[in-house]
């Protein structure tokens, strides 16, 4: 536990409201979306940004581990802390500072829900298009702190092309503002980019402006059924090749296509390859023709079955069967949901790849994802309460980011390094890149307090976790 003079700043500085110390309250800031946990001291709640400094401070100078968080819906162990000390939720600070529809930017807190920002940008006719699959809950710090994708990242790219300028306490308690509310901006180094997608382990965002797009009228959408995976990336290929550039494409393999069927018939045939949905958007006209180029390239790459469209009752049907996949998994069993990137060729391979390892280790694992961008969802379904089969799991979990990366892919599209893949970082990364990455890890945080554990094997400066 915290010594009491660490306790008794951390009081002063953010209010006893807001500094919870029981075991109960302490144990719901103990885990995310992933398996693992571990128990903080003490969960604080600021308000400001000068509260956020102020907890800097404190941890700065007891050498106290931080570790920042939001709706905790992360999927790689990144919130987990792992030494003890201090959770800091950022979840009380959640204004929408601002929408300016004129510069169409957003001010925003990390606090503020993606979905909220969403529907408020939506109202002034104006999008923001990342859209992580956790939208309805997860944060905007969460999400720049993952560099967030989601279905919508072929079209519109992910997280870090919406940043236009961030506020970062460091970890000493320094205050510090980057870029600005330009589009472009490129005086000096990029540090917006620096802390976009580092697993807040450099700093604390505390505040962003973010990149608005005018809301498009219409949408479309179209569902081709395929014999094989092979297939389905070969439709995707011919769409871009058409001049097409999809709004999404999600694919779901034949394994992800039984789940769902099994809770419910979604009109999809259990004994297909491969589902391909590609949404596209615009203006009526526009919809009417991107999906006749959309249908027709499905077909030329030998689609069984094609269904489009325009209407948005319409569309919502043909994606049940897509959104009903977390629910469908979760009926089958436990599942450990991994996330890598492989170029779009290496697909069919991957896939391949992925159930011959399977049926090798005597699991079930189903493959899902954004096949446009080439970020592939495999879900390994499994029992926790099995130790031996959990070893299977792990194993499992290895060959597939050792896959991924010997078809020039990497261990992780959008779900971010945190615990769960730290021992793979080093295949994914130039050992050059990784030592300059420590470099600047040691140089912005070199009492080693800020997410200690978090992406690098490595403890660089091993905090005191009882604080001092």
């Known amino acids: 536990m915290l010594q009491h003079s660490v306790m008794d700043a951390l009081l002063a500085a953010i209010g006893s409201d807001h500094v919870l110390t029981s075991r109960l309250e302490r144990v719901t800031y103990s885990y995310d979306a992933t398996w693992l946990e571990a128990l903080p001291d003490v969960v604080v709640l600021p308000r400001t940004t000068a509260e956020v400094a102020a907890v800097m401070q404190i941890a700065s100078r007891t050498r106290t581990p931080v570790v920042p968080r939001g709706a905790g819906t992360g999927l790689s162990g990144g919130t987990i802390p792992l030494m003890g000390g201090i959770v800091l939720s950022l979840t009380r600070m959640k204004k929408i500072i601002e929408i300016d529809p004129e510069d169409s930017v957003a001010v925003v807190q990390p606090g503020v829900v993606n979905m909220e920002l969403q529907r408020a940008a939506q109202r002034l006719g104006l999008f923001f298009p990342p859209d992580p699959?956790?939208?309805?809950?997860?944060?905007?710090?969460?999400?720049?702190?993952?560099?967030?994708?989601?279905?919508?990242?072929?079209?519109?790219?992910?997280?870090?092309?919406?940043?236009?300028?961030?506020?970062?306490?460091?970890?000493?308690?320094?205050?510090?503002?980057?870029?600005?509310?330009?589009?472009?901006?490129?005086?000096?180094?990029?540090?917006?980019?620096?802390?976009?997608?580092?697993?807040?382990?450099?700093?604390?965002?505390?505040?962003?402006?973010?990149?608005?797009?005018?809301?498009?009228?219409?949408?479309?959408?179209?569902?081709?059924?395929?014999?094989?995976?092979?297939?389905?990336?070969?439709?995707?290929?011919?769409?871009l090749g058409s001049g097409v550039l999809p709004l999404t494409t999600e694919l779901m393999d034949n394994h992800t296509i039984q789940a769902v069927q099994?809770?419910?018939?979604?009109?999809?045939?259990?004994?297909?390859?491969?589902?391909?949905?590609?949404?596209?958007?615009?203006?009526?006209?526009?919809?009417?023709?991107?999906?006749?180029?959309?249908?027709?390239?499905?077909?030329?790459?030998?689609?069984?079955?094609?269904?489009?469209?325009?209407?948005?009752?319409?569309?919502?049907?043909?994606?049940?069967?897509?959104?009903?996949?977390?629910?469908?998994?979760?009926?089958?069993?436990?599942?450990?949901?991994?996330?890598?990137?492989?170029?779009?060729?290496?697909?069919?391979?991957?896939?391949?790849?992925?159930?011959?390892?399977?049926?090798?280790?005597?699991?079930?694992?189903?493959?899902?994802?954004?096949?446009?961008?080439?970020?592939?969802?495999?879900?390994?379904?499994?029992?926790?309460?099995?130790?031996?089969?959990?070893?299977?799991?792990?194993?499992?979990?290895?060959?597939?980011?050792?896959?991924?990366l010997s078809l020039g892919g990497t261990i992780t599209g959008e779900h971010g390094v945190g615990i769960s893949k730290r021992p793979f970082i080093r295949k994914a990364l130039d050992p050059v890149a990784y030592q300059q990455m420590l470099t600047m890890k040691c140089l912005l945080d070199p009492l080693g307090i800020l997410n200690p554990g978090k992406i690098f094997e490595e403890t660089i400066f091993q905090p005191t976790p009882t604080g001092s």
């Open 133 to 239: 699959a956790s939208w309805e809950t997860a944060t905007i710090g969460g999400n720049l702190a993952e560099n967030a994708g989601g279905p919508r990242c072929l079209k519109y790219g992910v997280m870090k092309d919406y940043v236009l300028g961030l506020e970062v306490v460091l970890p000493d308690g320094q205050i510090m503002r980057t870029g600005g509310r330009t589009i472009k901006n490129v005086a000096g180094y990029d540090l917006t980019g620096l802390f976009v997608g580092s697993e807040g382990t450099l700093g604390v965002i505390t505040e962003a402006i973010l990149k608005l797009l005018p809301q498009p009228p219409h949408r479309g959408t179209v569902l081709a059924i395929f014999e094989t995976v092979d297939g389905a990336c070969a439709a995707v290929n011919r769409v």
């Open 262 to 404: 099994h809770t419910r018939d979604y009109g999809l045939p259990s004994d297909a390859g491969a589902v391909l949905l590609i949404d596209v958007e615009g203006s009526e006209e526009a919809i009417r023709y991107e999906s006749g180029v959309v249908a027709e390239a499905c077909r030329s790459a030998g689609a069984l079955n094609v269904r489009s469209a325009t209407d948005p009752a319409q569309s919502a049907l043909l994606w049940a069967g897509r959104r009903a996949v977390s629910a469908s998994l979760a009926n089958i069993g436990d599942k450990l949901g991994e996330d890598i990137a492989v170029p779009r060729s290496q697909i069919p391979a991957m896939v391949r790849r992925v159930h011959e390892a399977s049926e090798r280790l005597g699991l079930r694992t189903v493959v899902f994802g954004h096949i446009g961008d080439g970020n592939l969802h495999p879900n390994i379904i499994c029992d926790r309460s099995n130790a031996e089969e959990m070893e299977r799991v792990e194993a499992l979990a290895a060959e597939i980011f050792d896959a991924a």
